[in-house]
């Protein structure tokens, strides 16, 4: 089965700053590749994801980048905002959201 | 639009005894997941529906874990007898024809 891999488990920036979260996965036929956000007590919301037949995309402040060679993805946060601070998951699926696959999870926080 | 509701949102109960967990999706949506969140982990899919039919259940542990979707609709998930390894967040999510899949709040259970 897939299995993804994600860090770091913990990042710390300072507001303004930006973030990357990097995730491998080891099933190459995998193909749908989103990315959600966790805020305490509450269930993880998809916050961007990409295709397998797309190499970027971005959304305002966010980006997400695909090497599909290396089986590897990222998440790009820009000018981070306090807002921003939560646990953050990829995850990788050869199935839409049948077989959706997480990572282990990022804990982002936004200093001040 | 009212998203996936879930109850209770928090169970402790003792090692050996039966627990229920309900979830209620978006209206509309025909399929349902049940995922399993442990401490520090991303979520580990359950088991999911099409309507009322079970087409994956292939994680589910079913000697204590059962669950069902009678009419479609909403769902119960129930772990009978409970172990003090069952101790995680149980989330339900849904999905209308493939598209975004919307995850409820949890049901933090607690085995003592």
């Known amino acids: 089965g897939e299995n993804v891999e994600q860090h770091p488990s913990t990042l710390s920036v300072q507001e303004g700053d930006s973030a990357v979260i990097k995730c491998t996965y080891s099933d190459s036929a995998s193909n749908y590749f989103p990315w959600y956000k966790q805020e305490l007590g509450k269930g993880p919301q998809l916050i961007i994801d990409i295709r397998s037949n797309v190499g970027e995309k971005k959304d305002q402040r966010i980006a997400v980048t695909l090497n599909k060679t290396a089986k590897h993805f990222s998440l790009h946060i820009t000018e981070t905002q306090p807002e921003d601070s939560a646990v953050y998951f990829c995850?990788?699926?050869?199935?839409?959201?049948?077989?959706?696959?997480f990572g282990t999870g990022t804990k982002l926080q936004v200093i001040p | 639009e009212a998203g996936v509701v879930q109850s209770p949102r928090y169970k402790i109960i003792e090692k050996k005894q039966p627990v229920a967990f309900w979830c209620n999706p978006i209206?509309?949506?025909?399929?349902l997941y049940w995922y399993r969140q442990n401490l520090g982990q991303g979520p580990e899919l359950l088991i999911r529906y099409e309507n009322e039919e079970a087409v994956d259940d292939s994680q589910l542990p079913k000697d204590r874990f059962s669950a069902e979707r009678l009419k479609g609709v909403d769902s119960t998930l129930k772990i009978q007898p409970a172990e003090l390894g069952d101790s995680a967040v149980y989330l339900c999510a849904s999905t209308y024809r493939g598209n975004e899949q919307f995850f409820g709040p949890g049901t933090r259970l607690t085995v003592l």
């Open positions: 995850a990788a699926s050869n199935g839409g959201y049948q077989k959706v696959t």
């Open positions: 209206s509309g949506h025909n399929t």
